[in-house]
């Protein structure tokens, strides 16, 4: 998705904006580009790679620009060209945007009116164009008035060129930081672009603008709210240099596969050594979970575990849909909403529609100077750090534990469960558990091996198992581009088993007890019409499948962390052997920040 930072300082802009737009890499982005500015204005973007973009800067004779703004684009508006990369100037205006304006077409029309021309097909060019239209001399109230002309959601890196020593700085619905150093000021939209420069930051709140000055003594940010200055909070956060590097590991997502152990332990032990970390929430008549992807995936997992061992009924929704339905909230309900970036669009979207309507909000999130983070009325942490590869993994598994715990809590503030403490020494030994499943990569090689050269695969399982099944499933397409559909085992004789033929992969999932039968059964239909059937199950329910993994037979709470990781690391050899990007598969992005 979009990414932006910004430099305004006493020192060179570019090496700050190019190494901030090489941090941004990971969010996915198909063009970039860079604006400096000092008695001139110097604006140099081009479509691919950042690389692609520095093959064309003469850095040396860039370094006398101390102000500067850069983007890496991931289109919305308008193919990928280097009319549609941003920054975009229209007059005295400059601008990097990250979101959607709605009403871009019709302010377009509008200008046109007015005599304006565009060059591109974006929005962002509207709004630069707006505030080259509504120029005054105060240029807050040039934005401002702008700010009530738009619909949608923004994060933008504002240059006017009637105020050279100055960058503005404005954001709603979509995140942007600012980085506080003397004699520097940096702003970004992800605290990852400018983070190894200072532990000082400011979060804007919704439609601040922030105004960036560098004068003859000093650089100095001040935040405005409509036209009020506002005092606002300066957060100090030290960050873990170590993330950054793949430490050995080909690619990041084997590397954060590798990580889970050492993360499982770290949250796990935790909420362990003190349950009460989670609160009560057995008073609540009703339970949502609302995420996206992955996350709304483990939210699948933990509704199998409350309503099975805490007897609590719960509705799972994916966000984007959630916070368009109209949802009575007439029985005390909480919303648990589960993130790992927390700045997901929808997901932001679903907490504050069920906080207006008078749920409480609870959140599993990974990001803790997140939206989802601060907004929320309880958060829970995930202690995954930085997640780089787009498709997630450690966050994932991180989600299903705390969700567990959840689960158990529940069970047992209901006094469900006799012996908490059998499950909580289960729990503590499941890290160790997770890294003698990851350790047997042969298993995982060999299958990647017999799938790779396919172009379409099933997973099947019931219950909580067809929960693990869609995780698997999302996680081969999007890495390895094998087209894959997860499937209630059940549901296959309905229609789609009509699609199965010769040697196609057909996953199935067999880790509960009083349905594995079942399933075996319509892994043996498949079979018998020509798929190649693959079996992960536990030691318990071993079968006599020519592909099959076996992991260790826990309880219902902890399975999932041990079946998952082995999807995982099947998803990552077949990527690997079919030459894939597996650390940014195509047209994904890592923090989905738009609609
Ligand atoms: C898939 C994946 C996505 C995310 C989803 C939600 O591998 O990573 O499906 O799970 O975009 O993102 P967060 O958790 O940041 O809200």
Redesign the pocket.
Known sequence: MCGIVGYNGKNSAIDVLLSGLKNLEYRGYDSAGIALIDKDINIIKSVGKIKNLEDKLDIDSLKKYNIGIAHTRWATHGEVNEENAHPHRVGKITLVHNGIIENADILRKELEEKDYKFNSNTDTEVIAALLDYNLEDDFLNTINKTLEQLKGSYALGIINENEKDKLYAVKKDSPLVIGLREDEVYFASDICAINMYTNEFIFLQEKDIAVITNDDDEVDVEVYNGNMREERYIDVIETDELTKSKNGYSHYMLKEINEQPIVLEKTLNKYLDDLDLIPDISDYEVIHIV?????MYAGMVAKYLFEEKAKKQVIVEVASEYRYRSINYDRKTLVIL???????AD?IAAMRYAKEHGATTLAVVNVKTSTIAREADYKLFIEAGEEIA???TK??LLQVALLSLIALKLAHDKNLIEDINKYIEEFRLIPKLVKEVIDKEEVYKEIAQEIYERENSFFIGRKIDYAYCLEGS??LK?VSYIHSEAYQAGELKHGTISLINQGMPVFGILTEKDIYEKTLSNVKEVASRGAKTIIITTNELKTDNDLEVVVPATSIFTQGLLVVPTLQLIAYYTALLRDCDIDKPKNLAK??TVE
């Open positions: 995420a996206c992807g992955s996350a589960i993130s790992q970036s927390g700045e997901t997901t787009v498709a997630t966050a994932y999302l996680k999007e923090s989905v």
